[in-house]
């Protein structure tokens, strides 16, 4: 079953825009939050994460706000860039579990268009 | 290295073959993880190596699937008697984290081995 979800396979955004991609969670041990960018033949690489006793971290143009109630995260991006166009993982990481065992969703490809 | 590399990035073989993939992690790193990713779907985990040893293989779909880091540096993922299921890309990932550390465990992947059996 899938502990990670997100349920947008994909989402168009014209550049200077907002984009916003959301994330739901089942498991209520997970203790970290992570979204990974990912380009065509390369590895995911990490963008920005959140610990599940905060409800905000910013860096840059990147923000991911958490709602623990909701279950629910998501990651906004201001101004969106025509670079920042690959597909987008979230993912998490469950207190007591193995180190670094990451629970992964399926990813949202956004699109960023001049 | 500077990276995360992995070998070969593409591998075309057939139904009921061997296959080796290998892993060479950023050096200093002494985690070291498996992951597959299958078509629409997000990274699965398979594996975990902390130094030489296994410690978690509890993703390993079944006991076609191997893994060794015999120096605790360079990995090898092993695959017995493919089949058409076992076509995917496989991630290799490492990390300097040691348990008990506070904080996110980020991962470093490297571009993946694509596997396609026929």
């Known amino acids: 079953d899938q502990q990670v979800k997100q349920n947008s396979p994909s989402l168009s955004v014209q550049e200077g825009r907002i984009s916003i991609l959301n994330c739901d969670y089942t498991?209520?041990?997970?203790?970290?939050f992570l979204w990974y960018k990912k380009y065509p033949a390369e590895g995911p690489t990490f963008l920005i994460s959140i610990s599940s006793i905060k409800d905000k971290n910013e860096d840059g143009r990147f923000t991911v706000f958490l709602n623990k109630s909701a279950k629910h995260l998501s990651l906004h991006i201001v101004p969106s860039q025509p670079g920042d166009s690959a597909v987008y993982f979230c993912a998490a990481s469950a207190k007591g579990s193995t180190l670094g065992r990451l629970y992964f969703g399926r990813g949202t490809q956004l699109t960023v268009w001049p | 290295g500077a990276g995360v590399s992995q070998t070969p990035s593409n591998k075309v073989t057939e139904k009921g073959k061997y296959v080796e993939l290998r892993c060479d992690p950023i050096?200093?790193?002494?985690?070291l993880y498996w992951y597959r990713q299958s078509l629409g779907q997000g990274p699965e985990f398979l594996i975990y190596?902390?130094?030489?040893?296994?410690?978690?293989d509890s993703g390993l779909p079944n006991d076609r699937f191997f893994a060794v880091r015999p120096e605790g540096s360079v990995s090898t993922l092993k695959i017995q008697r493919t089949e058409r299921g076992d076509s995917a890309v496989y991630l290799c990932?490492?990390?300097?984290?040691?348990?008990?550390?506070?904080?996110?465990?980020?991962?470093?992947f490297g571009a993946g081995s694509r596997l396609t059996v026929l």
């Open positions: 050096s200093g790193h002494t985690a």
């Open positions: 990932a490492s990390s300097h984290r040691l348990a008990g550390a506070s904080g996110a465990n980020v991962l470093t």
């Open positions: 190596f902390q130094g030489t040893g296994a410690a978690d």
């Open positions: 498991n209520s041990m997970f203790d970290y």
